[in-house]
């Protein structure tokens, strides 16, 4: 039985490839040559998070949480994001959200489609609502397994009564730390292997039948490379 169904948000629950891009793009920004320091391990996670915060702070001093969640209340919900987890909701199966996406982001996502648990990352605050260059790394990108072993063990869930969906590599850690992965849309290849189910198509929709096939029985988690 399934008890538990994790999510990615960025290009997974939401219809953007990042939540901290959204933001780049709406000033005209790219912060690709962090991105390009993160993987090779040339900055941490709260670095990588200075060096967008500054990026922003470059073009507005004074940007503030009111700015951010203006910008990314304009973000969509990914198609069939609603009825997914509502439907995981009626067969009382828990919800989260793991990401390394914004929590700006990640708690409106989750007030709208009535996630359980939402994990993200954020920035501290001044106290006039500014933001400081100083993140709030709750989900390390590289360790997503070990904050979903986290959210396990606070709700007395295993591995085998839990699924997860993403969409890259970063996601692979949590298909490993669940029964079910299911990649949605993968960007790479290593994604798509790692997977027991692929969806490749614009709606998030086929991963509820998925799952509850999985949940009834009638469908058997087969081996990666061949479960399509």
Request: hydrophobic share 40%; no cysteine; aromatic share 4%.
């Amino acid at each position: 039985m399934l008890k538990l169904v994790a999510f990615d948000m960025d290009g997974t629950l939401i219809d953007v490839p990042s939540s901290w891009a959204a933001v780049h793009e709406h000033y005209g920004l790219s912060n690709a040559k962090a991105v390009e320091r993160f993987l090779r391990d040339e900055i941490d996670d709260v670095e990588f998070v200075r060096s967008d915060v500054q990026l922003w702070q470059s073009v507005n001093p004074d940007i503030s949480i009111d700015d951010l969640e203006k910008i990314l209340a304009k973000v969509p919900l990914m198609p069939g994001a609603r009825d997914v987890v509502a439907g995981l909701k009626s067969d009382g199966i828990r919800t989260a959200i793991v990401s390394g996406g914004l929590d700006v982001a990640a708690h409106r996502v989750g007030r709208e489609l009535g996630i359980d648990y939402v994990l993200a990352n954020g920035i501290r605050l001044r106290p006039d609502g500014r933001l400081t260059d100083e993140g709030i790394v709750r989900v390390p990108i590289k360790q997503k397994d070990r904050v979903l072993a986290r959210v396990q063990r606070e709700l007395s869930v295993t591995r085998e009564e839990t699924a997860s969906v993403g969409n890259s590599e970063i996601d692979i850690a949590m298909f490993r730390q669940s029964r079910v992965g299911i990649a949605f849309r993968p960007e790479d290849p290593p994604t798509r292997a790692a997977a027991t189910f692929v969806i490749e198509g614009g709606s998030l929709l086929p991963a509820l039948a998925y799952l509850r096939s999985v949940r009834d029985g009638t469908r058997e988690v087969l081996d990666p490379a061949t479960d399509r």
